[in-house]
């Protein structure tokens, strides 16, 4: 059986990698951030801990039973953040991060610091340096909202059709609009950056002007 010293220490290392992960999540505006990563590592140590220390108790052999059920408990509460993040895509690097960091919080529990320590500098890699990458070079699609405004909508609404269909991006909230004299077409879609300029660029000209508006509440 582990002292309680072990005990400690295990738990202080699955709660400290879990707030570091939690830190990053807290700077940049995401969901599950520091009280949540360290509550997530630190639970999940908590029951890796006990699934062994209760199975030596009373002599069962069945030592993995609580920890495996830790993966399916895990997958409810990263649906949850998807949920939150208003459903079909959005949430996921929230939710991948809080089954990573069940993970961590296991192998912390189980005495694997240095698997845990690794896993924690993969994840911050991830979050940190390929999230700048993708944002740097324009990589990651994103859900916009293209309104172009025109007098002549039925042609340009045809041809935003065929754009898109040719393009392969299948459009949401596609709908047409009077203001003043001036006809509005608009439509949402997840693109790319060089999408969405070749989108603009073959919309935009004399008597059409396009707008590109990120759709409110888009998180990763």
């Not at 992960?21 to 949540?36: F, H, K, M, Q, S």
């Not at 495996?68 to 409810?76: A, K, L, M, T």
């Amino acid at each position: 059986m582990l002292s309680v010293h072990e005990i400690f220490l295990r738990l202080t290392v699955a709660a400290v990698l879990g707030a570091v992960i939690g830190i990053e999540r807290d700077l940049n505006r995401r969901p599950a951030g520091v009280r949540t990563s360290l509550f997530v590592c630190l639970a999940t140590a908590l029951f890796t801990i006990l699934s062994g220390e209760i199975a030596h108790r009373f002599g069962d052999t069945g030592s993995t039973r609580i920890a495996s059920n830790i993966v399916q408990g895990i997958g409810f509460l990263g649906a949850g953040a998807i949920l939150r993040e208003a459903g079909g895509g959005v949430g996921m690097t929230t939710a991948a991060t809080v089954f990573v960091e069940a993970a961590i919080g296991m192998a912390a529990g189980g005495g694997l610091y240095a698997v845990a320590g690794y896993a924690t500098g993969l994840v911050l890699f991830g979050l940190v340096c390929i999230g700048w990458a993708a944002r740097r070079f324009h990589l990651k699609c994103r859900n916009m909202v293209f309104r172009v405004t025109t007098s002549h909508a039925e042609s340009v609404a045809t041809e935003i059709q065929r754009l898109m269909a040719g393009m392969k991006i299948p459009m949401q909230h596609f709908r047409v609009s009077m203001a003043g004299g001036n006809s509005i077409v608009e439509f949402e879609s997840d693109v790319s950056h060089s999408q969405q300029e070749k989108i603009v660029s073959q919309l935009n000209r004399q008597g059409v002007v396009t707008e590109v508006i990120p759709v409110e509440g888009h998180h990763e």
